[in-house]
């Protein structure tokens, strides 16, 4: 508890690893030449504030029975959850070069499986929560005051499970999950509204029993203020942050692509993008 | 049908019947009121015969009994509890049971996140909604991971007589294709009480077909013990191998007692765990000179007992000299009364002993 203290005090250190996690990110996707860049891009800073600021864990023992969990259900964001766990201490640096490599440890879809600090395999979207709704009944079984947090992303939000799932929590009262959602309004075949639209978002997780807050999830001050407002709510409900994020984020040139769910980026541009990186940390 | 139809190509023709006329026609019964009626087509119908031993919620019981000293020993339903036995638990260790509401997709994802944090979830629904409904979150959420839990269902194969949407005659054809998935078919409530500790005891996951209600009991009268993974001779003879699970085991014992009566003798080999297959046994059973194999499954002829096994005798080339399935159609099934039903699909004890006359 006294890190997460210090780490609170030193506010300008969550930019710092966001810009790490988008660099490591950057750097694995180079070794691909393509892949789920921008999704990586747009949740750096949700993933800072969860890694170094929200979740209790031991980089030497990710499976220490007090840690809390953190489930990737959106498994192709499994970029930006190694290049978490890389900046975490979980992952060495040095296997970034494998991402997505035969025998590697960091497909490129999240598996429980394969890589240290990943709880679940994800990727059949929409299991994560269903999956999480069940941990957070068995830590309460245990007695222990962890929580169960998982990712997902807007996309997800087709998938019936979800449904069956926040129903679920909403029911059993489970105040120790919480819940982030990606809004970066892009999915497979295009704006995720156009595709299904799952608005209006608060309202719906509200009508579920849920405690909803919607934040701009690039903002790391307002993730800080919402992941501990999900943490200390009184109320015996399950929590939910919908983080409203942009795709690509942090790379401005890279930012305005239409095809930006499987982004393609030329050759040269991952060190532009790297270098772009380094320039908004100036600005 | 007019000529215009039958020009018509075979799907097209199928379908513009069923948009015409898709209605069966009217039954000699509703025609003729003196007619006994039927037995009832009830959801849960029993498959004990009128004079036959059975035992209560065998599985219940069974449950309650593991959990005395399993304390990671959980309950699960999707609103089924009552039907699938799981309410003797729930009564006995209502702190250990969970009620996930008609959900069969949350059912297995949340059985995994219990699994996680190192629990034995047992979960039950209906065998339909298990294998058709769920093989996403069973597959993804549960066998990838290797988790312990154990997905117990009824109404396997044609135990109802509900139609199509609570029969699931394909459920063993769906699961067999689950990487790591153990599965098994007990034949009586002795089968299912003893395959309760064993399938806890295994470290992975389980898919189990139950019977529920009054299960008949038939193996207390064999030398007979489950062992996971295990085939058990229960009886031997010279001239035909059935090869069963489930409660065609039954079955095929009745039938085999009546085949002797005309002198022929039948082995009867039960094989209540489907997979793994204990292919060694059935090898060495199948391989015996001369029998005929008749492999009896409460299941469709595509992809379940029959299909295993046809397959492990023609890659070890072991080759009977015939070889006959006893199995459901592949087709979805009328409704109606299970008697009526197991006659008419070919796999009462009746039906049996007629059908191997003929093979023999």
């Known amino acids: 508890m006294d890190a997460r203290k210090a780490v609170r005090a030193n506010a300008p250190g969550l930019e710092d690893r966001a810009r790490n996690i988008r660099r490591h990110a950057l750097r694995m996707g180079e070794v691909q030449g393509q892949g789920y860049i921008a999704q990586a891009l747009g949740i750096a800073d949700v993933l800072a504030v969860a890694y170094f600021h929200a979740l209790a864990y031991r980089p030497d023992d990710p499976a220490w029975e007090g840690r809390d969990r953190f489930l990737l259900s959106v498994g192709h964001y499994a970029i930006a959850l190694y290049a978490a766990l890389i900046e975490a201490g979980i992952v060495p640096e040095a296997e970034l070069e494998t991402y997505g490599t035969d025998d590697s440890r960091l497909p490129m879809s999240g598996m429980a499986s394969y890589t240290p600090g990943m709880e679940i395999s994800g990727g059949s979207l929409g299991i994560g929560l269903g999956i999480a709704v069940g941990m957070a009944l068995g830590l309460k079984r245990k007695a222990s005051d962890r929580f169960v947090y998982t990712l997902m992303s807007d996309g997800e939000l087709d998938e019936g499970p979800v449904w069956e799932a926040a129903m679920s929590a909403g029911h059993h009262r489970l105040d120790n999950l919480i819940c982030i959602v990606d809004v970066n309004r892009m999915q497979a075949d295009g704006p995720s509204t156009g595709v299904l639209n799952f608005e209006p978002l608060p309202d719906k997780w509200q009508a579920f029993g849920w405690f909803a807050q919607r934040v701009d999830g690039n903002d790391i001050a307002a993730l800080v203020a919402a992941f501990d407002a999900a943490r200390n709510h009184a109320e015996p409900k399950p929590r939910v942050i919908l983080c409203d994020t942009r795709m690509a984020k942090g790379v401005p040139f890279l930012e305005t692509r239409e095809k930006s769910h499987f982004l393609r980026v030329e050759p040269h541009e991952w060190a532009l993008a790297i270098a772009a990186l380094d320039e908004g940390r100036t600005a | 049908m007019g000529a215009g139809h039958r020009r018509a190509g075979r799907g097209e023709d199928r379908m513009s019947r069923a948009r015409r006329a898709p209605w069966r026609g009217v039954p000699q019964q509703a025609a003729d009121p003196g007619r006994p009626r039927l037995t009832t087509s009830a959801m849960i119908a029993s498959i004990a015969g009128p004079d036959q031993r ?35 638990f729930a009564q006995a260790h209502p702190d250990r049971f969970y009620q996930m509401g008609m959900a069969e997709q949350l059912l297995m994802l949340a059985a995994a996140g219990l699994a996680h944090e190192g629990f034995v979830p047992f979960v039950t629904t209906y065998a339909a909604f298990a294998s058709r409904r769920t093989f996403d979150f069973v597959s993804q959420g549960i066998a990838e991971e290797g988790l312990p839990v154990k997905i117990c269902c009824a109404l396997p194969g044609l135990t109802t007589g509900y139609g199509p949407s609570h029969q699931a005659t394909e459920d063993l ?25 064993a399938i806890a005891a295994h470290d992975g996951p389980v898919y189990m077909r139950l019977l529920r209600g009054q299960v008949p009991l038939v193996l207390d009268e064999y030398d007979y013990r489950f062992e996971l993974g295990r085939a058990k001779l229960l009886r031997d003879g010279a001239e035909v191998l059935i090869i069963s699970a489930g409660f065609m085991t039954m079955r095929a014992l009745e039938a085999a007692k009546r085949l002797e009566a005309d002198r022929v003798s039948a082995a009867v080999l039960h094989c209540p765990t489907i997979k793994p297959l204990d292919e060694a046994t059935i090898l060495r059973e199948a391989g015996r000179s001369g029998r005929l194999v008749v492999v009896a499954e409460n299941h469709s002829v595509i992809g379940g007992l029959g299909e295993a096994v046809a397959g492990t005798l023609l890659r070890a080339g072991v080759v009977p000299p015939r070889f006959r399935q006893v199995a459901l159609p592949n087709a979805f099934l009328d409704a109606g009364a299970l008697p009526t039903l197991h006659d008419r699909y070919g796999i009462s004890a009746d039906a049996m002993v007629r059908s191997i006359r003929g093979w023999l």
């Open chain 2, 54 to 88: 059975t035992r209560p919620a065998p599985f219940g019981h069974a449950l309650v009994e593991l959990a005395r000293t399993r304390p990671e020993v959980l309950g699960l339903t999707a609103d089924l509890a009552k039907y699938t036995d799981l309410h003797v």
């Open chain 2, 173 to 197: 054809a769906i699961f067999r294709g689950m990487p790591d998935l153990v599965i098994v078919d007990p034949c009586d409530a002795l089968d299912i009480e003893q395959a309760v500790p």
